[in-house]
């Protein structure tokens, strides 16, 4: 997967695309992140990106010249197929796994990053596919919107987790919480590994994982369960 981040702040993505899991992806080409700087497209001699709003009230707008010009250039890459231009901001469809899942499945993505106020309307009118956010909060910008988004739809590139990080299992578990994980040693501090963990009985313990993510479903994300996680075999 290809994709475009357009920012005021390309630096902040540098460490981001080289860490840990996405780090790794790049290096083998399951993903490709180019940032474009916004600022490089303005004219003027200042690099003005912004703006004072017309119409009074605090704080700056982006200005339309430096990000339409910045987003045609991105486009003019992609002589066929167009990819999706989300915008992340607030007032957008809040992320879910599952368009997560649906934005893994495209072969690229240009992301807006939006700063102060937000970025003229008409930019959003002409150009802007999807409107996204990751939470009901107001941050100073959108480029950790636009690491969140990356990240958890990256992580679903086929090949992009190695087989112990595996994604299989969590459709297993899909819309319930996790079960407790633990890791040598057998005691720590006096307190004791659950014994099913060790028993080496893979049904057992199936069943006891089956059981310890639906109660912590129960006590932390009671909203989830309504909305069809539980199997016909569950009980609590
Ligand atoms: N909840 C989010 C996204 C961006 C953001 C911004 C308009 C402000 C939170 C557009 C206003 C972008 C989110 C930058 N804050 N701040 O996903």
């Not at 469809?93 to 990053?113: G, I, R, Y």
């Amino acid at each position: 997967m290809k994709i475009d981040i357009l920012t005021l702040f390309p630096e902040m993505f540098e460490t981001f695309q080289t860490s840990s899991i996405l780090g790794r992806a790049v290096e083998n080409e399951l993903v490709s992140i180019q940032t474009h700087n916004i600022r490089d497209f303005a004219l003027n001699k200042h690099k003005q990106a912004d703006d004072y709003p017309y119409g009074g009230g605090a704080g700056m707008v982006m200005m339309p010249q430096p990000l339409s010009d910045c987003i045609s250039h991105v486009l003019s890459s992609y002589p066929e197929e167009k990819p999706k231009v989300i915008y992340l901001s607030p007032q957008g469809k809040v992320l879910t796994q599952e368009l997560a899942q649906q934005f893994s499945m495209e072969s690229s993505l240009v992301l807006l990053c939006g700063h102060y106020e937000g970025i003229d309307q008409r930019v959003i009118d002409k150009y802007v596919d999807m409107e996204i956010s990751i939470g009901d909060y107001i941050l100073t910008g959108g480029e950790l919107p636009a690491m969140v988004l990356v990240d958890c739809v990256t992580r679903l590139i086929p090949g992009v987790l190695g087989s112990s990080e595996s994604i299989l299992e969590e459709s297993h578990s899909a819309g319930l919480l996790e079960y407790p994980q633990y890791t040598r040693p057998a005691v720590y501090d006096g307190q004791e590994v659950p014994p099913v963990l060790l028993s080496g009985n893979h049904k057992e313990i199936e069943n006891w994982r089956r059981q310890q993510s639906l109660l912590n479903t129960l006590r932390k994300r009671p909203d989830l369960l309504d909305k069809g996680a539980l199997s016909k075999d569950d009980s609590l």
